[in-house]
DNA sequence: CGCCGCTTTGATGGAGATCAACCTTCGTGG
DNA sequence: CCACGAAGGTTGATCTCCATCAAAGCGGCG
């Protein structure tokens, strides 16, 4: 059930068959199917447990009273949303699903009790968050410097990676389920201007985005296009000295 | 020393007298000087410790490889860095200093003792970088579905609220030294469209912004030209039910 | 006094928004 | 099995906000 949060907690500190087995129950206690295109938990609402994507993929968002949307992030398997989300009485945005999605739901207790039994495991799930932390001020950066190609092409750099980390990416290519429209709001480009960009990459040879899969053709090339640095991802297991040796 | 911070986290939760002597002490084992505009870490370092803004204004910021900047937040005075940094290998971003700065370094043992000893004031700590990433999440949006004068009103109504939370700001403003070309880092904005942006809103009367001091003339007119919502701060004590009574 | 960092001004150009159609695909039900 | 409708993708024309370049003012400090 939660395999790709494991893969992607792997690259931080290799986890015990134990700590593997630990997330496995706090990760399949209550687990909920979601319709694509609905709202998770909306602003304004109380969180009440910390939730982690099992299958699908969500969105962050918010709107301004005028309307305008932004996507602040996404949410692929293995994704979860903020740690102690509990400690605040309301959510100040809302998440929705973009695909049909499965959430597993793990309450303040079964999360304390994962933290305290395993400090590796605590330590893994506060790197994950630190990693969030950077992805945000990531795609801070984005929106403020860098021009529609650049943006695009960081965007895919990133979810290409974030999936090939837990375990979800083929050599070609990942799933894309984003319609141009939710790009846009996600880049803070206009649909039409979506449209354009990705028809310039496409005729670049670049990437190839069709039927929600995204193919890429020369990641290297992607990659100094965005100036993309997976510096910020931290995937160089970072927690190796805690590794489990079972 | 660290009575800005204390002010701070008393939106969340009212401190006993004991959290804040620990508060105090851990504040003030290692104190440095920073003068104005000097690296404090730098993208690549390895991060040690927590470090507490006591005084000055500091920012993250991080260079694309062809010299373009963005400054994805600022430090005052109350701020902490992320708080589990030293799981990190290395730092993703640097951070600077704006004016001269004072820094209290927090080492891993004197924060574990600290948040260990009382609950109230890990919890306090956790409301705080919760805050944290919402702010960054807001600079996402500000950036990507903003305009000019939007972008900037929002960012002084975030400043002067933030630095009024922390017991710094005055009715009429605040400190803000900050230069145009900083602005325009901070705002995806050239430095020339942040002067002429300024002087758009100063003869409209919404703000005057003059030897590093932010005077706002209508705060409310100000929030509503930003369409600015304060949700994201949780300044309404969200953690009230774990008051301390003495 | 003179210099350096910061702010201000004017002129020009371009990336991307907006508006308004039209096209394509695919799921649904008659 | 085809018709229809809705959602998503594509196109062209026009406009605007903001970047860029270049130069000139200003003020505080050595």
């Not at 630190?130 to 860098?146: D, F, H, K």
Request: net charge negative; aromatic share 6%.
């Amino acid at each position: 059930m939660s395999q790709a949060l494991i893969r992607k907690l792997q690259n931080f500190v290799k986890l015990s068959a134990t700590d593997q087995r630990a997330l496995e129950r706090a990760g399949s206690e209550r687990v909920r199917r979601i319709g694509p295109h609905e709202d998770i938990i909306r602003e304004g609402d109380k969180p009440s447990s910390v939730m982690l994507i099992v299958d699908g993929w969500a969105c962050r968002y918010k709107y301004l009273e005028d309307g305008r949307r932004q996507i602040v992030g996404f949410f692929v398997p293995g994704d979860i949303c903020d740690l102690n989300i509990f400690l605040l009485k309301e959510m100040d945005h809302s998440i929705g699903s973009l695909t049909e999605v499965l959430i597993a739901d793990i309450s303040r207790e079964s999360l304390e009790t994962l933290m305290g039994v395993s400090q590796r495991i605590a330590q893994a799930l506060w790197w994950d968050s630190l990693v969030s932390l950077a992805i945000q001020r990531e795609w801070t950066i984005n929106l403020g410097q860098r021009d529609a190609v650049e943006r695009m092409s960081h965007l895919f750099c990133e979810m290409f990676l974030r999936q090939q980390s837990a375990g979800r990416a083929q050599i070609s290519g990942c799933e894309f389920p984003v319609t141009q429209a939710e790009l846009g709001d996600a880049t803070g480009l206009s649909t039409v201007h979506v449209n354009r960009t990705l028809q310039q990459m496409r005729s670049a040879e670049m990437i190839t985005l069709h039927n929600k899969r995204l193919v890429i053709h020369d990641l290297d090339a992607l990659m100094r296009q965005a100036m993309f640095n997976p510096n910020y991802l931290h995937l160089g297991r970072d927690g190796a000295h805690l590794d489990a040796n079972d």
